[in-house]
């Protein structure tokens, strides 16, 4: 019988593989790659959490655990608050030392992260036509056509709102059961959730906002290095995009993509709900 080996903290968090996958593009090299690089891949461990919280949270929504999907929403929203904060770091490099490695990255960018574009899905901005910039990975379209079909936070809690004989039927309805939720004491922790909710929401509002601003202050208005993907995007809707501009700020791409991206709600109808109250 062999003996088993002690499972150490190396081991178990596979800490040499970690610290092995970075690997910079510059030649000589270009200091700052090595922050661009860690950056990038600690937020898509963030996302990768964060899907992982975001499927129980709304696991625990379809079996009526009201506690424990506000314990769970809270976890998520830690979580944005770390998103919000990193991209300081990234403010740390100036646009001279960014221009050393960027045009290696061509036509790589964030726009292709699909734990972010999943993240998006399940949280209810569910947009098809982003599926076109996916068909190269058959893992990632899979999982995004998934992520499609699948009930967002919102349907599952709508579902758990019709299971307390709630009418969720359309906007108005809903609008109506918000309204009493927000104001009868007996609904308090339904409203304790909405605002979790709305905590989640306006966190990832703040990530797109401080996103804009840090590529702005980076690039200016130059194209965005995953520019040329953007035209294949099909049949861009004016839903999530500032009204005037409809699908034209999607095809100029880059900084002006960016901002048309700081409007768009997960949950619109608890931001409405605050013009109804009273
Ligand atoms: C020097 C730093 C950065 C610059 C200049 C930058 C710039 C941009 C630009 C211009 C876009 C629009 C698409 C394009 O034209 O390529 C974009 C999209 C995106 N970037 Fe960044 N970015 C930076 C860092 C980051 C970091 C650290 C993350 C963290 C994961 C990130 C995540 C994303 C995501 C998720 C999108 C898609 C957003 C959406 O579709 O709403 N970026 N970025």
Known sequence: MTAKVPVSYESYLKIPELTNIQVPLAEPSAHDEMQFIVVHQ????????????????????????????????????????????????????????????????????????????????????????????????????????QALSEPTIWDAFMTYLKSLGFEVGGDSDQLASLKIIYTEPKWNSLHFFCESLMDYDESFRVWRHRHFLMAERMIGFKPGTGHQELPKIKHPQAGDLPSGESGQAFRDAGVHYLKSRTEPRYFPLLWELRTHLG
């Open 42 to 145: 600690a937020y898509e461990l963030w996302f990768k959490l964060l899907t992982h919280e975001i499927q129980a949270m709304i696991t625990f929504l379809n079996k009526g655990n009201l506690p424990q999907s506000i314990w769970t929403m809270k976890r998520c929203i830690e979580i944005t608050r770390v998103l919000n904060q990193q991209i300081h770091v990234m403010e740390t490099m100036s646009p001279t030392s960014f221009l050393e490695f960027r045009n290696l990255l061509n036509p790589a960018s964030g726009l292709q992260s699909y734990q972010f574009r999943c993240l998006e899905f399940m949280s209810g901005l569910k947009h098809e036509r982003y599926l076109g910039l996916y068909e190269a990975d058959s893992l990632a379209h899979k999982a995004l056509t």
